[in-house]
């Protein structure tokens, strides 16, 4: 039997006023640089807190997720700052629960507001409101999870084939 694997990477956008915050954190870092060499070296630590705290920032605010599904196996990765990189999950999917969209009936009891069971909840989603998100429930380590996601439709057709009970279109 052969095994295929499908990957897909999931750029999240900034968040608005992410681009004035860098800026105000640019311009304060350079001015308490500037006063510490003018006036007193007491203003140059801050200056320095600054641009480092600009870096730090910078590398934690892109965001980026890639899913890989190789035979039964799906795995999350996180990409921070375009370079380092983390394993989120490994899941198998032979204990999948649900794979639907967010609005779908089957994932009614797993929602924040008038849902009945209460779950630990991921966000792996792009926060784009043009693409619909999935909701996948599914146990890891023995508890059962929610994770959010934004699958594409050859992911999709790949998890409809493995569980066809248990895989719902938008």
């Known amino acids: 039997m052969y095994s295929s694997k499908l990957t897909a ?28 060499i003018v006036f007193s070296r007491g203003f140059m630590l801050p200056g320095f807190l600054l641009v480092g ?3 730090v920032y910078d590398v934690f605010s892109q965001k980026e997720y890639e899913y890989t599904l190789e035979g039964s196996n799906f795995s999350i990765d996180v990409i ?16 999948l629960e649900v794979v639907a969209p967010n609005w779908h009936e089957s994932v009614a009891k797993y929602r924040v507001k008038g849902g009945t069971e209460k779950l630990k909840k991921y966000d792996y989603t792009s926060y784009n409101d ?11 380590d023995g508890r059962k999870i929610k994770i959010l996601l934004d699958l594409n439709s050859e992911m999709l057709h790949e998890m409809k084939r493995m569980c066809p009970d248990k895989v719902y279109f938008a």
Request: cysteine-free; glycine content about 8%.
């Open 130 to 140: 043009d693409i619909p998100y999935y909701t996948m429930i599914i146990v890891e």
């Open 53 to 55: 705290l600009y870096f």
């Open 9 to 36: 990477q999931v750029v999240r956008e900034k968040k608005s006023g992410t681009g004035l915050l860098k800026a105000v954190m640019i311009i304060f870092g350079v001015l308490f640089v500037l006063m510490g």
């Open 80 to 95: 921070l700052g375009r370079k380092h990189r983390r394993e989120a999950h490994v899941l198998n999917l032979q204990e």
